[in-house]
């Protein structure tokens, strides 16, 4: 069976870093998209960046010059880079694999989460 292992969440003060780590079995990493979500208390899960399988990205509006996303295949592993964290940040991060069939992405497997908090 798939799955994606989040891992590298934490306690940070604001304006630190953070590297989230997503970990992948069963060779789901190269045959798809990849995306971080978060999602905070009462609110909606929303898209914080995707990469598809030739590496090009895609960046929510309030992170995009503070996040970076990348992937490793070789290591079955995607990566977010989260530096200058703002108090708006923190809530619990999932990665993703997806396809775009035809306008729209389906998504094939979530992972469990990660909990990211900002202390101000």
């Known amino acids: 069976q798939v799955q994606l292992v989040e891992s590298g969440g934490g306690l940070v003060q604001a304006g630190g870093s953070l590297r989230l780590s997503c970990a992948a079995s069963g060779g789901i990493l190269s045959m798809n998209g990849m995306g971080w979500y978060r999602q905070a208390p009462g609110k909606q899960r929303e898209l914080v960046a995707t990469?598809?399988?030739?590496?090009?990205?895609n960046y929510g509006d309030s992170v995009k010059g503070r996040f970076t996303i990348s992937r490793d295949n070789a290591k079955n592993t995607v990566y977010l880079q989260m530096n200058s964290l703002k108090p708006e940040d923190p809530g619990v991060y999932y990665c993703n694999a997806h396809q775009d069939r035809n306008g729209f992405r389906v998504v094939l497997q979530w992972g469990q989460g990660t909990q990211v908090t900002v202390s101000s």
């Open positions: 990469i598809t399988r030739d590496g090009s990205t």
